[in-house]
C-alpha cells in the first residue's frame, strides 16, 4: 500500500519562502509528483522527482530523497495567487506492472499580506 | 485543459439510481484515470484504463464500472448511487506512462 503524509495546513506572508513537506512509504516507487489546485478547480502538474536532488522551475523547486521517502515544494516570492491545495503523489508500479499514481491529502497554503 | 471534457459538470441523483459519468478527450492519449476527492482522503483511483476496451480497478473500485469503447471516452457508471459516493470525480490523462497526469474541470455529484 501507500502511505503519504503531508501537512494539512500553512500559512505564509506575501514575499516570503515557504517549505511544504510530504514523506512517504510506498513499495515500488517511480517518482514523485507536485501539483497545485485552487479551491474548486483541477489539480494541475508543477513539478516532477525521479531521482535524488533539486529540480528548479521559475519560482517552485521541488526536492526528493529516496532513501528517506522524503520530498518538498519550494516557493519563493510568495503570491497571493500561490493561496491554493499542494497535492504530493507518489508513482508506484506494482507486482502485476501496473504504473499508478497515488495522493497524499494535500497542504492547504494561505498566503497573507 | 482544453483537451479533456467532463460531464455533466453537475448532478443531483437520488440514492438507488444509476448515473453516468463522461471524460472525453481530444488529445488521443491511451491512459485514462477516473479519480474521487474527498475531504480528509485526497484524491483516490477508482478505475484506469490503458486503452480500448482494457481497464482495471484502483483503490476504490466498488459500486462503480467503467467503459471504454473508444480512445477519445472513457465512462464511469455508478449502478446504484449510494450517499457515500458523493463525491467530487476527476478525470485525468496521460500520453505515456512517464508523463504527468493531466485532469479535467470535474463532476460534482451529490446523493440524496
Known amino acids: 500500500g501507500q502511505n503519504i503524509d503531508q501537512p494539512t495546513e500553512m500559512t505564509a506572508t506575501e514575499g516570503a519562502i515557504v517549505q511544504i513537506n510530504c514523506t512517504y512509504q510506498t513499495s515500488g516507487f517511480n517518482g514523485l509528483f507536485w501539483y497545485q489546485q485552487h479551491a474548486g478547480e483541477a489539480p494541475t502538474f508543477l513539478s516532477y522527482?525521479?531521482?535524488?536532488g533539486l529540480e528548479e522551475k521559475g519560482r517552485f523547486s521541488s526536492f526528493l530523497s529516496r532513501s528517506k521517502g522524503y520530498s518538498y515544494l519550494l516557493l519563493k516570492e510568495l503570491q497571493m495567487k500561490d493561496s491554493a491545495s499542494y497535492l504530493c503523489?507518489?508513482?508506484?508500479?506494482?507486482?502485476?506492472?501496473?504504473?499508478?499514481?497515488?495522493f497524499g491529502t494535500g497542504t492547504r497554503l494561505t498566503v497573507i499580506p | 485543459d482544453a483537451g479533456i471534457t467532463q460531464s455533466p459538470r453537475h448532478k443531483v441523483t437520488e440514492t438507488g439510481t444509476p448515473v453516468t459519468l463522461r471524460c472525453h478527450q481530444t488529445?488521443?492519449?491511451?491512459?485514462m484515470y477516473w479519480y474521487r476527492q474527498d475531504p480528509g482522503h485526497g484524491l483516490r483511483l477508482i478505475h484506469y484504463?490503458?486503452?480500448?476496451?482494457?481497464?482495471d480497478k484502483g483503490e476504490v473500485s466498488d459500486g462503480y464500472s467503467v467503459s471504454r469503447s473508444k480512445t477519445e471516452d472513457f465512462l464511469l457508471t455508478l449502478e446504484s448511487a449510494t450517499s457515500s459516493q458523493t463525491s467530487v470525480y476527476f478525470c485525468a490523462l496521460r500520453q505515456s506512462l512517464d508523463s504527468p497526469l493531466h485532469f479535467g474541470n470535474g463532476t460534482r455529484l451529490t446523493v440524496t
Open positions: 484504463s490503458y486503452g480500448v476496451k482494457d481497464t
Open positions: 503523489a507518489v508513482r508506484s508500479i506494482d507486482q502485476t506492472g501496473a504504473n499508478n499514481l497515488f
Open positions: 522527482n525521479v531521482l535524488d
Open positions: 488529445e488521443n492519449h491511451r491512459y
